[in-house]
């Protein structure tokens, strides 16, 4: 939700426009933390009417050309940031303020379209290389069929060898009660 709805905004910016209150005095008396919000508003309402106050959803894009215009408007006239955003039909003076800085330090470079998002930090990893032909697939087949046999054939053999062991300690254990007995 809209932290000030266009209702309030009217009635404010109308009171404004009456002259009987400036932007300091509304801010203190409807509790807005800072004038220049009002302010704003009082432009927008001025250059692009009732409609300018409405919060908009959707997201705008700008050229590379809508930009460059802008921030040379901006830089040959002594116009404020405020009133040439709203003239051009921007909802956000703060955009103008970003691309005349990066402009300023970069050129135009600075306001062409750039890549958004993060970038990959590793690369894909790439697919396992499918067989060109049967016989390959063929040969792959039976490589896995064999590695599967010789993990079975050597677990076979550990069991068969736990298997020998205990019977050998078992036998052990029968000769040695066998052995104490005789001697005694």
């Known amino acids: ?53 409405h919060r908009s959803r959707q997201l705008v894009r700008y050229s590379f050309k809508f930009k460059i215009h802008a921030v040379k408007l ?6 404020s940031y405020n009133h040439l955003a709203f003239t051009l039909g921007m909802k956000a003076p703060s955009v103008l303020v970003q691309w005349v800085s990066r402009y300023r330090e970069m050129g135009a470079e600075g ?14 990893p790439s697919s396992p290389k499918k067989p060109k032909n049967e016989q390959e697939a063929y040969l792959k087949r039976l490589e896995e069929e064999n590695y599967w046999l010789r993990l079975e054939l050597d677990c076979l053999k550990g069991l068969r060898r736990l298997r020998l062991e205990e019977e050998a300690a078992q036998k052990k254990k029968q000769g040695s009660h066998t052995a104490s007995e005789d001697s005694i």
């Open 1 to 53: 939700m809209a932290k000030y709805s266009y209702e309030f905004k009217m009635q404010i910016v109308l009171e404004y426009i009456q002259g009987d209150i400036g932007y300091k005095a509304l801010a203190k008396k409807y509790r807005i933390p800072n004038p220049c919000i009002i302010k704003r508003w009082v432009i927008a309402y001025q250059v692009n009417g009732k409609e300018a106050l």
């Open 74 to 79: 901006y830089l040959s006239t002594e116009t």
């Open 111 to 124: 306001l062409k379209p750039q890549r958004k998002g993060r970038y990959p930090k590793m690369a894909k």
